[in-house]
């Protein structure tokens, strides 16, 4: 082999490795980079339970356990932000209190997410506990669990018998939707990794809105593509017309159910303006607006106040008091 072959063999070898170590370098960056924010999605909150308070329902997913008393810590970067009990029912519905033994004639039946079941406040500070105090005529019911989109009301709709667990006889149905519920409803990675056990809705050709399943189980492909992206904290989601009339008639199916549960029922739905994107609330808003269906929009009664007055300081949810303003509100919406 002549000296040139062999120089010319030597910088193929040479050149060759150096593809390959920048491969593997660049593959170890990658690794790095997805672990990294791996771990930073998942370690940005810890949460201490003094017993066990939810389970695996085969409905609705993620729910309350029946007749539970547990007390939640919560940690943020090992700073206590929170520190509350909930108390559950013989339903596993969160236990609305009434110290004055009220005689009450109506009811008042909350669906909705951690905004409406009250995370972070104590039973006697939730929204539908101020509704119930301040009315002194609605007893309140709580279907609401942190979490919850709008196809949890439509399971429950679909296959509990609410009527048999409530002792008024005519009343008030309230669905709170911070625009967030989207999200959830679809199942897009801004939500996935919490919510991969929550019910899977789809329309068919004919338009009807059919239950799959749930996400991890019924949509395994995309939910896995889902996940890995938020893993990697690529968590885009660019929303289209047919998603918001998706969320539109989730909402009214599970209006018609209920009513045929309970036909002596007004319903309503309360705009929950903490976590709003303003085309999303608009585009739904519009759409519950022309099916008659009532949007009460909380914006302008919390814009009064201050963040610290009205939010948990370090978690964002509803404080005691931003919980007693809506319940006003509300009630002044009637």
Known sequence: MS?????SKNNFIFHLLAISLGILLTIAIVLGFY????????????????????????IVGKTLEPNRDVNIKRYLKGEKIIDYTVKTDDYGRRIVPDVNNTSFSDYAIFFGCSYTMGEGVQDDETFPYYFQQLSKKYKSYIYAHPGYGPQQMLAYSESFKINEQINEKKGLIFYTWPTGHLDRLLGTPRVITWAKKWPYYEKNESGKIIRKGFFEFDRKVKTKIYLEKAALGITN???NQNDYLFMCDIIQKSKENLLKQLP?????????????????FEEVSKCLKERDIPVIDSSDVFNKYKEDQIKIKGDGHPTAFANKVLAQKVLESL
């Open 3 to 7: 000296s040139e072959q062999q120089l």
């Open 35 to 58: 672990f990294y924010k791996r771990n930073q999605h998942y370690n940005k909150t810890s949460v201490h339970y003094s017993g066990s308070l939810t389970y695996f329902h085969p």
């Open 237 to 239: 989601y660019f929303f």
């Open 264 to 280: 002596n029922s007004r319903f309503i739905t309360v705009a929950h303006s903490f976590w709003r994107d303003s085309e999303i």
